[in-house]
Structures are given as structure tokens and as C-alpha cells.
């Protein structure tokens, strides 16, 4: 009888990839880390990138020392021509700190987010009173500086930015220790 032998360098591990989100604007680019915690507006995010569904689209609201905010068309009716609603997934671990991402809704009793409409809080201090009102999904891990000049550009009565400052949203695959690299710790 003869047995084979298997050398353990051999046989190759699988090294962990993560998906994370990529917004990439006129102002630059800022990474997601998109919380497992909050799987349908995980998995909804990762959809609409893939089929670049924001790739025409803008930060269409920037109020500084709040939120910067864009995804759903750019009209008056917003959030009429979400592709669809998610229900909320709110987690008390969660909070809307500086750099995070959440999913925008309108005043529905349900408080369903809006499949394409989302934000990153521009506030440094957080802001409290949407922590258990809106869902958050993710956190910015790189970009803060894009953050900070998306959120100075100069803006209309409405808080629409004067000049455009269009999406390009993406997957990217990183490992743990990219994500290291950029000072994200798992």
C-alpha cells in the first residue's frame, strides 16, 4: 500500500478578503467599513455599488457640523424613486459618532430607510438624537479629510452644494492586513 504524503506548506490558506466601500468624489476618496451588524443595509449597499447605481449621482445636501448626505436621485421627490425600503436595523452599540455612515428615511412611521439614500455625520461632537431613529451601517476608516472638504463646499438656501460633488461608489476587496495599513484594526 502506498500513502501520499501532503506537505503542509503545500496546501495554501485562504487569506480573509472583507468588502468595503468606496466613495470616490471630486474632493477624493473615503473607504466604509460596512458593519456586519446591520446585514440588509450591508448587503443593500453592496448591491447598489455593484450595479453603480450611485455612479450618476451626488452628495446632494452637505450642512457642515451635521451630516453630508446623497444616493437617492437627485429631484424634489428623493426619496419617491428609492429602488425600495429596508426596515430599520437599529443597534444599541451603534452610534452616530464623527465618520459615521447611516441609512436616510423620510418621517415614515416605520422608519424604513430609503435603499439609496444614505449620509456620514459630519459632526465631531456625534449627534445623539438619531442614534435609535435611523439605521447606521458603516463607519469611514479613510477619507476624514474629504469628509472635512466635502463639508465646507459652498452650498444654496437648501444646503445643495453650488458645485456638484458627484459619487463614484464601489467594492473593494481588502484583507485584514490592508486594513491594517490604514490604521483599521479588526
Not at 6 to 26: A, D, E, F, H, R
Not at 42 to 53: G, H, M, P, T, V
Not at 113 to 140: E, M, P, W
Not at 145 to 162: F, N, Q, Y
Request: hydrophobic residues 35%; proline residues 5%.
Amino acid at each position: 500500500m502506498v500513502f501520499g504524503l501532503i506537505s503542509c506548506s503545500s496546501l495554501k490558506k485562504k487569506t480573509q478578503v472583507y468588502s468595503v466601500g468606496q466613495i470616490i468624489t471630486n474632493h477624493g476618496e473615503m473607504l466604509i467599513w460596512l458593519y456586519d451588524e446591520t446585514p440588509n443595509h450591508k448587503k443593500s449597499f453592496i448591491k447598489l455599488a455593484r450595479e453603480n447605481y450611485w455612479d450618476s449621482l451626488s452628495f446632494n445636501r452637505v450642512i457642515k457640523d451635521f451630516v453630508i448626505q446623497g444616493g437617492c436621485p437627485d429631484t424634489p421627490e428623493g426619496f419617491g424613486n428609492s429602488p425600495y425600503l429596508i426596515e430599520p436595523e437599529f443597534n444599541k452599540d451603534l452610534r452616530h459618532v464623527y465618520g459615521t455612515v447611516g441609512a436616510g428615511r423620510d418621517r415614515n412611521p416605520d422608519k424604513l430607510s430609503a435603499g439609496c439614500q444614505f449620509y456620514i455625520v459630519h459632526d465631531k461632537n456625534g449627534i445623539k438624537r438619531l442614534d435609535g431613529d435611523y439605521t447606521i451601517f458603516g463607519r469611514v476608516i479613510k477619507g476624514l479629510d474629504v469628509l472635512e472638504r466635502i463639508a465646507s463646499v459652498p452650498t444654496d438656501s437648501l444646503d445643495t452644494p453650488i458645485n456638484p460633488v458627484n459619487l463614484d461608489v464601489n467594492i473593494i476587496m481588502l484583507t485584514k492586513n490592508q486594513l491594517a495599513e490604514l490604521g483599521f484594526g479588526m
